[in-house]
């Protein structure tokens, strides 16, 4: 009885998915020996020959599943497969509703796991865990440890002059960041301020009858030397033949050789950096698969390779072997002071009038004070033109310059080396 209602079920379930042991919302896997239990059939027993024609997926299974000759049942066989069939009905050796599954029964579908290849544990069964496992090879790679003293493995980010670096995909920040390197800067520069104050210049002026300033100079009624930004008149007695006059001029040592200066220094123009740098870690992972050193996923196309670093400028090790020294800060000793000397011009303004005023129909005259030679023009009287008794001449001197003298000092250099070890 217990044989007849096993085989019972069994049909049930093989025709119209009804009877005990049919449906479950768990997946429930059945190896031969349960399958036989549970559906009443001993094992020791041949089973009798079916009471009706297999059905069409099961006469056409291709060898998984045979009526096997009178007085035998259904067989479930092996096949490795590990996905159900693409068609609609119940695989081959299995109840409606239940999927062969790596050699068992399992209700629903059969679902193959997938390797994640970052968590430490063999995911698809295949004995190969992360990096090991070849469905990982593409996007993930084993690195070797960081030496002592060095840091964790990352990527390396850089960028150009006035641009950070940024981190992509799965890779985050780290504290290395800040890095720079090729620093650059403007000189200083202030805002000088200087005065002559105190500085007089000299010319001394000699005359001559005639224009070619040959002879004995004549005697001067006015100040033989003539001092910087003064109107000085001179009264020139011929006592003679009427005629022209030259002159001859020469500059003479200042009173005073130094001006007062007052720097004010301007901001310093800001500090560029030809390059910048960012280190990007890898996310945490417990993966296998790596015989030294972790299991991580290939970084981002954008960012660079992979390094370690270590502050200060060290040698690098043979599994990092690339060595770039980075910088956090610099030293700016830059820095400007003004300095000035009084100059003195070289020349004087002759005019033949007073009061350095030419008269109606004359020109100023500019007599280089460099003791050359420079004929004056008549100067007319009130009595009409010619009339040359008593003449009188006007010179200026320009007064004392001081001009500034910027003087720039210092420069920025790095400072706060860091060295990144890259493969």
């Not at 209602?5 to 005990?20: D, E, I, M, Q």
């Not at 104050?197 to 300033?213: I, M, N, P, W």
């Not at 040698?315 to 072997?321: G, K, N, R, V």
């Not at 200026?396 to 003087?407: G, I, W």
Request: some cysteine; proline content about 13%; aromatic content about 4%.
């Amino acid at each position: 009885m217990k044989q007849r209602w096993g085989w019972l079920a069994v049909g049930l379930c093989l025709l119209f998915g009804l009877g005990p042991g049919c449906q479950s919302e768990e997946p429930t896997f059945l190896a031969q020996a349960d399958f036989d239990k549970k559906y009443g059939r001993d094992p020791g027993e041949p089973p009798a020959a079916p009471s009706r024609p297999l059905p069409e997926p099961l006469a056409a299974d291709g060898g998984k599943m045979a009526a096997g000759g009178a007085g035998h049942g259904p067989q479930l066989i092996d096949s490795g497969a590990r996905t159900p069939p693409d068609a609609g009905a119940p695989p081959v050796g299995c109840p409606p509703g239940f999927t062969q599954c790596d050699g068992a029964c399992v209700a629903g579908e059969c679902l193959v796991p997938v390797e994640d290849c970052t968590n430490g544990l063999d995911d698809n069964g295949d004995g190969l865990g992360d990096c090991a496992d070849p469905v990982c090879s593409a996007g993930y790679r084993c690195v070797p440890p960081p030496p002592p003293g060095f840091s964790p493995v990352f990527a390396l980010a850089t960028t150009g002059p006035g641009t950070n670096p940024s981190c992509a995909g799965s890779y985050t920040e780290l504290p290395i960041a800040g890095l720079h390197q090729i620093p650059s800067a403007e000189a200083a520069a202030c805002d000088c301020q200087c005065s002559a104050s105190g500085a007089t210049c000299r010319v001394q002026l000699d005359f001559y009858e005639g224009s070619a300033c040959s002879g004995v100079p004549w005697t001067l009624t006015g100040a033989q030397r003539l001092e910087s930004g003064v109107c000085d008149d001179v009264l020139l007695d011929k006592q003679g033949t009427p005629g022209s006059e030259s002159v001859r001029a020469l500059m003479q040592p200042p009173a005073k050789t130094t001006g007062t200066c007052t720097a004010t220094p301007l901001p310093l123009p800001s500090v560029e950096w030809g390059v910048s740098a960012q280190g990007c870690a890898p996310p945490v992972s417990n993966a296998l698969g790596c015989d030294l050193g972790s299991c991580i996923p290939n970084p981002p196309e954008e960012l660079g390779p992979l390094c370690v670093s270590q502050v200060g400028d060290v040698d690098c090790p043979a599994s990092f072997p690339r060595k770039q020294v980075f910088y956090r800060d610099v030293e700016d000793t830059r820095a400007c002071q003004c300095g000035c000397s009084v100059t003195c011009a070289t020349h004087v303004t002759a005019y033949t009038g007073d009061a350095c005023m030419p008269d109606p129909g004359t020109t100023a005259t500019l007599v280089v004070a460099d003791d050359s030679c420079v004929p004056l023009p008549l100067d007319p009287s009130p009595s009409g033109p010619g009339a040359l008794d008593d003449e009188t001449r006007s010179f200026r001197t320009p007064a004392a310059t001081c001009p500034a003298e910027l003087q720039t000092t210092g420069g920025v250099s790095p400072t706060g080396a860091v060295t990144v070890c890259c493969e």
